[in-house]
């Protein structure tokens, strides 16, 4: 089981990656966040771990993602922070750029970094109006930072969305899908190189793509090609982070979705989380991996 950990469950993170910098929430955001934990930190912690306060002085220390403003945290509680990346690595692997610049297995997603890029794109799709997109920005989980385009002309709201989306480095931008299952896996990567990756498992999230839960997928529900394509692409996307300088947790989403004939198709990777998840502790188990 190992030692007790402090965890910093700092779910603010994916803002700070987006800013590039120190990043204080907002009072709103902070009791939003708030709340969050205390819905949310047994998923993570394990018997005897807690979360990052006083009387947490020399105990070694865990983050939800180990940027600048955490690691400061941990070390101002007297804790023991953990090695980690650089901020520039965790930028680079967390943003959706990277996770689109990784070969696919089909599909006709791309990555715009400027309106020109966007035009270009949904112009050269070949089946897909422009109703038919949801646009993600750089950076944001659960649902958060996307829009799905409504009409062919964009209202001005829209238009005022994707203008501020090009300051976080750009969207990526998928076909909207009618989803039949929704499926992640986790895994370590040590700072030496080592990948090891835990069991399927099957998510629930709502209309708006928010996370609801995560549990261990049943063998009925997906099926041995798609698992074999998720161990996969999951060790696929661990060996470009590890080349990126990467070593830590990590989650690969994926899903499976109908086509208008009702037929299915497999999605092997579309979300890439260099850091913790809400379901890590499911797909992982309780042990704590090794980071010698």
């Known amino acids: 089981m190992g030692s007790p950990l402090a965890w910093l469950l700092n779910f603010e993170s994916d803002e700070e990656l987006a800013i590039g910098g120190t990043f204080t929430p907002s009072a709103v955001l902070a009791g939003h966040l708030k709340r969050l934990r205390e819905a949310h930190a047994e998923r993570l912690l394990r018997p005897g771990d807690r979360e990052l306060g006083p009387g947490c002085e020399g105990l070694q220390a865990e983050a939800w993602c180990p940027t600048p403003t955490a690691l400061d945290r941990i070390r101002a509680a007297g804790a023991i922070a953990p090695p980690a990346p650089s901020f520039e690595v965790l930028r680079r692997v967390n943003s959706r750029a990277f996770c689109s610049s990784l070969a696919r297995a089909g599909g006709q997603g791309f990555f715009a970094r400027d309106e020109t890029e966007l035009h270009g794109g949904l112009a050269a799709a070949d089946g897909v109006d422009r109703r038919g997109w949801l646009l993600k920005r750089n950076y944001g989980t659960s649902g958060r930072g996307q829009l799905r385009l409504s009409a062919e002309s964009w209202t001005e709201q829209e238009a005022s969305w994707i203008a501020c989306s ?127």
């Open 166 to 292: 090009w300051r976080a480095g750009g969207l990526r931008v998928e076909p909207f899908r009618q989803l039949d299952a929704e499926f992640s896996i986790h895994g370590w990567i040590t700072a030496q190189g080592q990948v090891s990756l835990g069991e399927p498992c099957w998510m629930q999230t709502d209309a708006a793509g928010s996370w609801l839960s995560t549990r261990l997928a049943r063998p009925e529900e997906a099926r041995a090609a798609e698992v074999a394509a998720l161990r996969a692409s999951a060790q696929s996307c661990a060996q470009a982070m590890l080349e990126a300088g990467y070593f830590g947790p990590f989650g690969i989403d994926a899903y499976r979705w109908l086509d208008a004939a009702g037929n299915r198709h497999f999605e092997s990777r579309s979300e890439i989380n260099a850091r913790y998840t809400l379901g890590w502790k499911v797909g992982f188990g309780d042990a704590q991996p090794s980071k010698a």
